[in-house]
């Protein structure tokens, strides 16, 4: 028998538990805070001493009262054979029963500004209290020293040891976020053409499909041979789906639903300067009303000049994609974008912001860290937010990344984080082709090879592996109750551990076969002018979901919440995603925007991942399927 779901139930190395055990040197009276080292942060890997005058700003986490109670009332609001299932708590009567005590807040901030810290925002839980000041004065604050550390071919700064605190104070604080910049590691899964970030002006090239196999290869006058283990002619890649082709296929196109009186969060890094006009010209376009855009920046974050590791307009079009998505399927829902102002820890913050004050009652994430290996210092206070927003009825969505089991990334088989926390809705892609009815052509994992064409020799060559929806089993968090005879045992056979699985649900995300959004884009003449161009990842995969549950709660007239348990329960809601051999060719622009510097072709494969696989029933590319005309009913029951 597998054991349930638990924050605490850590599965990899003991030195991810984290805890707080009394310091050796006792006439200090402090106690020694371990966790909040990444694993990063080692001899081999150092360069320098950190320069004792740089800022740092950081955040000390208090717990939760009795997270012990905290986890419990999460489950028992989310299980639809529970008696308190949709008996939500209030943030006031959170507060009033699990925020750590003014008394604990107090004690914080004063040793802070004792030792020369500028203190500047807790929030109304209590959760963290945030505080700036320079990084020698937290090497002495926190009994350490400071170095910078090369890691994924960037330099970061972390502590060297482990940190130390008062007595008087250690055994209520559960992590200090920001001392390390791990968090530097985070990011967004959006998928685009390599070398085309949204940054710079994208266009599709012709010929592309409006709807599957609307144009071949037949359509083109370059010579090209078959190439390996497919036959010509091939559909060409579809210019970029619509709202209406997307309803169409997940079964909410003829429901009348359009999300009235539901709010959907979104949170990234940075805002984009041109969000609402954007929005307002593809919503014409889609022949849609606009909406207003509520865009917040949550109190208390670090506005941290940006540096050669920042990159706001990396994140524009992600927030772009994620409005568009939101508001493709819930037309009427109102949208709140709460954006960090840099993508340091932040986010954090940010998530914690949008669940204290309720902003809404769905939430989607587009972004993660390639792997679960962080302090837990910085995982813990993650998960108490979190667990929060559960037994608050707030459904918190998380993409399940774009790089299959990161492998190719971090050198080990491992699921994104936050993705595979157990009470979040991880979500995964697939590759879609929509019939020119708006139905379901074509439906797989996306996982994608590519080839390019030698237009002399007519050959193609094939370059590897590209891109697909991450997945997996998690080396931190236990299996959780919901997944219990639904993930086969075959996918913990082959990952080689037991533990909760990753993704839940997906979507479409290949961005072979993605969304057609509409940004203001820079191009190479300078000029600032708006444009459509199709795009994808995991980041598309999470939006679509968040608008169509803003649909299914406005079909049950309340909120779903966390709403894993009641997906496993009703399995036969989902279309199960199975294994399709397909792919399609896309013709690009060599300078990314028009045809001057000449063309070239892809050939982009479907459902070739690495060690994930697409299967029947629950797999970890597609988790149980995409949505079905029964989806909604089937969750308001």
């Not at 993508?343 to 993660?368: E, F, K, P, W």
């Not at 966390?562 to 690009?588: I, M, S, T």
Request: proline share 6%; with cysteine; charged share 10%.
């Amino acid at each position: 028998m597998r054991s349930r779901t638990s924050i605490l139930g850590i599965v990899a190395s003991v030195a991810l538990l984290g805890s707080v055990v009394p310091a050796t040197a006792a006439p200090s009276e402090r106690a020694t805070l371990t966790g909040n080292v990444p694993s990063w942060a080692k001899s081999a890997n150092f360069k320098a001493a950190a320069n004792p005058s740089d800022s740092i700003g950081f955040r000390v986490y208090l717990g939760w009262t009795n997270p012990a109670a905290v986890e419990s009332l999460a489950r028992a609001v989310s299980d639809p054979r529970s008696a308190s299932y949709g008996h939500y708590l209030t943030p006031q009567q959170f507060r009033q029963q699990f925020a750590p005590s003014q008394a604990q807040v107090n004690a914080v901030q004063s040793w802070l500004k004792s030792q020369g810290f500028a203190v500047d925002y807790t929030p109304l839980n209590n959760h963290y209290v945030a505080a700036e000041g320079t990084v020698a004065q937290a090497a002495t604050a926190f009994g350490t020293t400071f170095g910078t550390y090369r890691v994924a071919g960037t330099t970061l700064r972390s502590p060297s040891s482990d940190i130390s605190l008062p007595s008087s104070i250690a055994g209520f604080v559960s992590g200090v976020v920001g001392l390390d910049e791990s968090a530097a590691l985070v990011h967004p899964d959006i998928a685009g053409e390599p070398g085309a970030p949204p940054s710079a002006a994208f266009v599709n090239a012709p010929p592309c499909s409006h709807y599957w196999n609307e144009t071949t290869t037949n359509a083109l006058t370059v010579t090209m041979s078959n190439p390996a283990g497919y036959t010509l002619p091939l559909p060409m890649a579809p210019c970029g789906y619509t709202p209406d082709q997307i309803r169409g296929v997940y079964g909410v196109g003829s429901s009348g639903l359009q999300g009235n009186g539901q709010t959907v969060a979104i949170i990234d890094a940075y805002a984009s300067p041109t969000i609402q006009q954007d929005l307002d010209q593809w919503s014409q376009n889609r022949g849609l009303a606009s909406t207003r855009i509520t865009q917040v920046v949550a109190p208390g974050t670090l506005k941290r000049p940006e540096n050669k590791r920042q990159d706001p307009q990396g994140w524009y079009g992600e927030e772009t994609l994620d409005v568009q998505a939101v508001h493709g399927m819930a037309p009427a829902a109102s949208i709140i974008y709460v954006g960090a102002p840099n993508n340091y820890q932040d986010l954090d913050a940010a998530l914690n912001h949008v669940v204290d004050r309720h902003l809404a009652s769905i939430v989607t994430n587009s972004y993660g860290f390639p792997t679960e290996f962080l302090p837990f210092g910085f995982i813990k206070p993650y998960e108490d937010t979190i667990l929060q927003g559960v037994v608050e009825g707030i459904g918190i969505y998380f993409s399940s990344g774009d790089n299959s089991d990161e492998s190719l990334v971090v050198g080990y088989q491992t699921a994104d984080w936050p993705a595979s926390s157990p009470y979040v809705t991880a979500v995964g892609g697939t590759s879609l082709g929509v019939s020119q009815n708006n139905s379901r052509a074509i439906e797989t994992g996306w996982g994608t090879y590519n080839a390019n064409l030698n237009t002399t020799t007519g050959a193609w060559t094939n370059t590897g592996w590209l891109y697909g929806a991450g997945g997996g089993v998690s080396r931190l968090f236990r299996e959780p109750t919901y997944q219990q005879g639904i993930v086969p045992g075959s996918v913990f056979t082959a990952q080689g551990r037991t533990g909760r699985a990753v993704p839940d649900i997906a979507a479409f995300g290949d961005p072979n076969t993605g969304y057609l959004i509409g940004q203001t884009q820079t191009f190479p003449d300078g000029t600032a002018k708006y444009s459509e161009y199709r795009i994808g990842g995991t980041s598309l995969s999470s939006p679509i979901m968040a608008g169509i549950m803003a649909l299914a709660d406005q079909a049950s007239g309340s909120a779903h919440g966390f709403a894993n348990p009641a997906f496993y329960a009703n399995v036969a809601a989902f279309y199960d995603v199975l294994h399709a051999k397909g792919a399609v060719v896309r013709v690009n622009y060599n300078n990314s925007v028009d045809a001057s510097a000449g063309l070239s072709y892809k050939l982009r494969t479907f459902d070739q991942g690495l060690s994930l696989k697409t299967t029947a029933g629950w797999d970890d590319i597609t988790g149980l399927g995409t949505p079905t005309s029964a989806f909604i009913g089937a969750l308001s029951h």
